[in-house]
Nanobody, 114 residues
Framework: VQLQASGGGLVQAGGSLRLSCRASETIFSWNPMGWLRQAPGKSRELVAR???????DYAESVRGRFTIFRDNAKNTVTLEMNSLEPDDTALYYC?????????WGQGTLVTVSS
């Protein structure tokens, strides 16, 4: 499975961005999909994930500002990011776990200027 991410960019604090990720093959709804990020000098951290039968999980730092949603028919997962802060600056990675294996998209850079 290949994950193709898009949508990063440069935005001022308080602005919004949308990240999209499309899988090359069908990912069943019970397999989680989501987004992680890695800021310079920091470890990769979960931003949000979603799978059928559960409420989405969000990092505490983004809850209320970011929304994740998924279109299983199109094999896509999207992250709506609002009220962006400079601390949201990072490489964002699309992710899925299938049969115990982690799959990663290429990182897409989000830069939030103050």
């Amino acid at each position: 499975v290949q994950l193709q991410a898009s949508g990063g960019g440069l935005v001022q604090a308080g602005g919004s961005l949308r990240l999209s990720c499309r899988a090359s093959e069908t990912i069943f709804s019970w397999n989680p999909m989501g987004w992680l990020r890695q800021a310079p000098g920091k470890s990769r951290e979960l931003v949000a994930r979603i799978r059928s039968g559960r409420y989405p999980d969000y990092a505490e730092s983004v809850r209320g500002r970011f929304t994740i949603f998924r279109d299983n028919a199109k094999n896509t997962v999207t992250l709506e990011m609002n009220s962006l802060e400079p601390d949201d600056t990072a490489l964002y990675y699309c992710w899925s776990k299938i049969d115990g294996h982690d799959y990663w998209g290429q990182g897409t850079l989000v830069t939030v200027s103050s």
